[in-house]
């Protein structure tokens, strides 16, 4: 019986020194030197005008060594480039028209993100399903907002969406990517109620101003290492409710 015992434990301890092992490494990687951040965008760039003002406002570089360095679109006419020249970013377009296949367009993308050797890679309202091999390479790194209370209503038009399942609470969420489109292990969200009188814009215009405050607070704690993706699982330290969902009225 001793023996059987023996075989039973130790790989259930190896597995949980094996995470701790994992997490220490997070926790120590991400306080190393400067967390560059990579922003990706397909349009408008609301999202990535609030992550830009903040950081600036709140002078991340000195307080969370942290700085988007990059910001790089797949559509040439993305108002959000102007945006990011503004405020002095390096703007790259990389067409994904340009591409055969998804998978070289994927290459293409993830060699020009390298090359700023990113802490984060942020999706800010970029429209393109990522393939695997993207998604594996940049694993607790690649983080998106998407304008629902995940998982309710993935893909697109989420507020009409949740117009016509007649949910009385609607919002945004920040996560980390995983395999499948608009999931993973979820940061935080924004909640906004949903008022009888909404319609599609107006509900819609109610959650975008949350997601301005949600993506840069959630891009916050994931600098100041207060939440990581460890083994598919989002891990927290020193979060309140308050920190992980955000309300409003
Ligand atoms: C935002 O509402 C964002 O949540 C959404 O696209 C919009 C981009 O706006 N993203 C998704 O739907 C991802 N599935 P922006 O360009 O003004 O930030």
């Known amino acids: 019986e001793k023996a059987t015992r023996k075989y039973t434990v130790r790989p259930g301890l190896f597995r949980v020194f094996r995470y701790l092992e994992r997490l220490a490494d997070v926790w120590s990687v991400q306080s190393s030197a400067m967390k560059n951040i990579v922003v990706l965008i397909s349009g408008r760039g609301s999202n990535l005008e609030a992550v830009l003002s903040v950081a600036e406002a709140e002078r991340w570089r000195e307080t969370l060594q942290a700085a988007v360095v990059a910001v790089i679109s797949n559509r040439r006419d993305a ?5 990011a020249r503004r405020f002095g970013i390096a703007t790259t377009i990389i067409e994904h028209t340009a591409f055969a296949s998804r998978e070289a367009f994927d290459a293409a993308l993830a060699a020009e993100i390298d090359r700023h050797d990113p802490a984060v890679v942020l999706l800010a309202g970029f429209m393109r399903v990522l393939t695997k091999d993207f998604v594996h390479h940049y694993a607790g790194r690649l983080v998106n907002i998407h304008p629902s209370l995940l998982p309710l209503f993935p893909g697109l038009r989420t507020h009409r969406q949740a117009l016509a399942a007649g949910v009385r609470v609607h919002g945004a969420t920040v996560h980390f990517v995983s395999d499948a489109v608009d999931a993973g292990g979820i940061i935080a969200q924004a909640v906004v109620s949903v008022r009888p009188s909404d319609d599609e814009a107006a509900l819609a215009a109610r959650v975008l101003e949350q997601e301005h405050r949600l993506l840069p607070h959630a891009l ?6 207060r939440v990581a993706y460890v083994d598919g699982h989002v891990v ?4 309140g409710a308050p920190d992980l969902a955000l309300q409003s009225a």
């Open 236 to 239: 927290v330290r020193d979060c």
């Open 79 to 83: 108002a959000g480039l102007t945006i």
């Open 220 to 225: 916050r704690l994931l600098l100041e290492q």
